[in-house]
């Protein structure tokens, strides 16, 4: 059986613990029964909100991840070389601000 995670105890805490809260507030029970019933409810409800929160499904084994096919030599791909411009005769006068 899987452990749970992180999410789904805290989740399932804070559902035992508010629910717990709001019941005996709304019921004003005082009678020990009454608590005693109260608080199953609240961990029956809190377990029932940790098992539905979703779990992150295992990654996939290395030997099943699709590799790339390789690369022929047709279908590489070269560095073509540029063309040097030809140096202009004068080099332009650098404008500057007045």
Same mark, same amino acid.
């Given at each position: 059986?899987?452990?749970?995670?992180?999410?789904?105890?805290?989740?399932?805490?804070?559902?035992?613990?508010?629910?717990?809260?709001?019941?005996?507030?709304?019921?004003?029970?005082?009678?020990?029964?009454?608590?005693?019933?109260? =608080?199953?409810? @609240?961990? %029956?409800?809190?377990?029932?909100?940790?098992?539905? &929160? $979703?779990?992150?499904?295992? *990654? +996939?084994?290395?030997?099943?991840? =699709?590799?790339? @096919?390789? %690369?022929?030599?047709?279908?590489?791909?070269?560095? &073509? $070389?540029?063309?040097?411009? *030809? +140096?202009?005769?004068?080099?332009?006068?650098?404008?500057?601000?007045?």
């Amino acid at each position: 059986m899987p452990r749970p995670t992180a999410a789904q105890l805290a989740y399932g805490s804070c559902t035992v613990i508010f629910s717990t809260l709001a019941m005996l507030l709304l019921s004003q029970t005082s009678s020990g029964l009454g608590v005693v019933v109260i =608080a199953l409810s @609240a961990l %029956v409800l809190g377990l029932l909100v940790a098992m539905t &929160v $979703p779990v992150p499904k295992p *990654a +996939a084994p290395a030997a099943t991840v =699709a590799r790339p @096919a390789p %690369v022929t030599v047709t279908e590489r791909r070269f560095p &073509v $070389p540029r063309e040097t411009v *030809a +140096a202009a005769s004068a080099p332009e006068p650098v404008r500057e601000r007045a």
